[in-house]
């Protein structure tokens, strides 16, 4: 799963090619779709498109700015490319506009705890993602620290069985469900690795499981590494991911992914 982050900071020459009189939102649109298929071409089988940052500390966006910014990138890349689109959203009103509009996946970092979330996705016939988060993007890395995690492993474990029953119950079909444990939101770097090392443990819900550690500050922090120097280190955890059955492997480097794909694969199945 290939990233777009369709937040005005992403797509920084805008600003200086406006000057010229071109206009930066088209400019927007082309790079957007113009790195969609470059990971399409890298062998990405979806695309993750997001207008509201959820790094830590990141600001809230409004609903008609996450429509502004994500809808014209979901109709360009469903125009050219033949993708699994996914938007990264937690409204509703961005879910359903999503999906109307071409998207066949809705990756919620809020598991869809927003109200009116459920109802939108059991209305419709598209997959989504469960992720598990620890307070809310503005705030949870303060917290991480002293957060009270008694076990890690099986409180996010309880989270997600919890959101898949409340999900079923609700009619949104289990072969429409992916989980995610959510590297990095509100969690420790120790937290991260411990759940990366017992993540066959969430293979017991039977849920195709999605992961993204892509640069994420858990390789930072052991490598000593700037964001845009960690590839080697994010193949390395995502190669442990896959050894332990993760089936989606969301990441801003798909080339070197698919690399790691395919090893575990040749690995999986050597007898
Ligand atoms: C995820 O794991 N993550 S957005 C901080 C970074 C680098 C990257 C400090 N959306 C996930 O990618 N959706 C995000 O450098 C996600 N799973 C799912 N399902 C955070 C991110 C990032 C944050």
Do not use: W
């Amino acid at each position: 799963m290939g990233i777009i982050n369709a937040t005005p900071d992403s797509f920084s020459d805008g600003a200086e090619l406006q000057k010229l009189g071109t206009n930066s939102f088209q400019l927007d649109i082309d790079k957007a779709l113009s790195r969609a298929e470059a990971m399409v071409a890298d062998g990405a089988t979806f695309i993750d498109v997001g207008g509201e940052s959820t790094r830590p500390g990141a600001v809230a966006v409004t609903e008609q700015e996450e429509l502004d910014r994500v809808i014209p990138i979901i109709e360009a890349i469903r125009a050219r490319l033949d993708v699994c689109i996914s938007a990264d959203t937690s409204s509703p009103t961005v879910m359903r506009e999503a999906i109307n509009n071409g998207a066949e996946l809705i990756n919620d970092v809020r598991a869809l705890s927003t109200p009116g979330a459920i109802e939108a996705m059991s209305a419709s016939k598209a997959a989504v993602c469960l992720m598990h988060m620890q307070g809310k993007p503005s705030t949870m890395q303060e917290n991480a620290s002293q957060s009270s995690y008694k076990s890690v492993v099986e409180e996010v474990f309880e989270f997600l069985r919890m959101r898949v029953e409340h999900c079923l119950d609700q009619g949104i079909e289990r072969s429409r469900l992916l989980i995610d444990p959510g590297f990095g939101f509100g969690k420790t770097v120790q937290h991260n690795y411990l759940l990366l090392k017992k993540l066959a443990r969430f293979s017991e819900l039977e849920i195709p499981i999605l992961i993204g550690v892509s640069r994420k500050s858990m390789i930072g922090d052991v490598t000593g590494r700037a964001i845009d120097q960690r590839l080697a280190g994010s193949v390395a955890a995502t190669t442990f991911a896959l050894a332990s059955g993760a089936k989606i492997v969301r990441t801003h480097d798909v080339a070197a992914t698919m690399d790691a794909i395919r090893v575990n694969s040749a690995y999986s199945s050597a007898e």
